[in-house]
């Protein structure tokens, strides 16, 4: 049994290898005017060549976005003077590694870049065998308060499991009452969001969905939808990107899909309700007995 475990966790510290050195090397080619899609496609390219696979599309979301913001087919949106959180997911036989940073092109919020990496170390530093998520909240919370910031009270941390990148259990970035102990071996991911004196602290869902994935394959009659559920078997239940899909009647195929009850879910862009700035960091860690271990941090 013990080997079992460790052969596992080898495959999560596998993705966290390839994902540590992909992060790093795609924070250099975030610059003014260039392509969102050009540091996507970098990033997913480069995972495929270092021997893992997406564990979900890169997401790129810019100032007031939080989440799931990941360029369109033939997108030419360029970078400006923008807040840039760039949140990659990797696997490895479906064992994940998922990890964020955020690039301050404008170089005007230093404070609030470092306000949710100081919550981040923070919170590394006291998970162990038995630590509560309440206490990795309050820890979270505090930090980002002490520094002057809001922590992004519906944005949470969270498990994960083979084939699921947002397993239990959540991990919030606030002190709640009631929480769940984390035991040796666990493997989740602390994601702290904070935001300025501008924003509310929370999050809303704003826009069209570019990214999607499969709950259940269902019967369909139109022969294009049928292909496209086909294809998107593939990723197992994992997030996928529209772009990534082949183009013939893309549109009539996904709209069949997302018109199927309980075939798809869809990840709408996330907000900040007040459109303020939005800063976010994280790593995936294994719990161990007296400490954890950060599998997405770059081994220098």
């Given amino acids: 049994m013990e080997e079992e475990i460790e052969l596992v966790l080898d495959k999560y510290r596998g993705a966290g290898r390839i994902l540590a050195e992909v992060r790093e090397e795609a924070k250099e080619k975030i610059k003014e005017g260039v392509l969102l899609l050009v540091v996507a ?50 696997h490895i036989d479906g064992y994940i590694g998922d990890s964020a940073v955020t690039v301050d092109l404008s170089g005007d919020n230093d404070g609030l870049v470092k306000a949710s990496e100081a919550a981040l170390n923070e919170a590394i530093k006291i998970i162990r065998d038995g630590v509560s998520t309440v206490e990795i909240g309050e820890v979270i919370e505090n930090t980002i308060r002490e520094q002057g910031y809001k922590p992004v009270v519906n944005l949470t941390g969270h498990g994960l499991m083979r084939y699921n990148s947002h397993a239990p259990p959540t991990i919030p970035n606030v002190k709640y009452e009631h929480g769940v102990i984390l035991r040796e071996n666990d493997v989740v991911a602390i994601e702290p969001f904070a935001t300025d004196a501008q924003g509310a602290g929370k999050v809303v869902e704003s826009g069209n969905a570019d990214i999607y994935s499969l709950i259940k394959a269902k ?13 998107i078997k593939k990723y197992q239940g994992l997030p996928f990107a529209k772009r990534w899909l082949p183009r013939e009647r893309l549109d009539l195929a996904l709209r069949t899909l997302e018109n199927t009850k309980g075939v798809l879910r869809d990840y709408p862009v996330l907000r900040e309700e007040e459109k303020g700035l939005i800063s976010q960091a994280e790593h995936t860690i294994i719990v161990k007995e007296d400490g954890c271990e950060v599998t997405t941090k770059r081994i220098v």
Avoid: M, Q, W, Y
């Fill in 219 to 231: 019967p369909v009659r139109l022969r294009e939808a049928k292909k496209l559920l086909e294809e």
């Fill in 41 to 90: 496609e970098f990033v997913e390219n480069s995972i495929r060549e270092k021997g893992g696979e997406p564990a979900f599309p890169c997401n790129i979301s810019r100032n007031e976005e939080a989440a799931h913001a990941t360029p369109s087919i033939d997108d030419k949106t360029v970078f400006g003077k923008d807040i840039v959180k760039l949140d990659i997911g990797t």
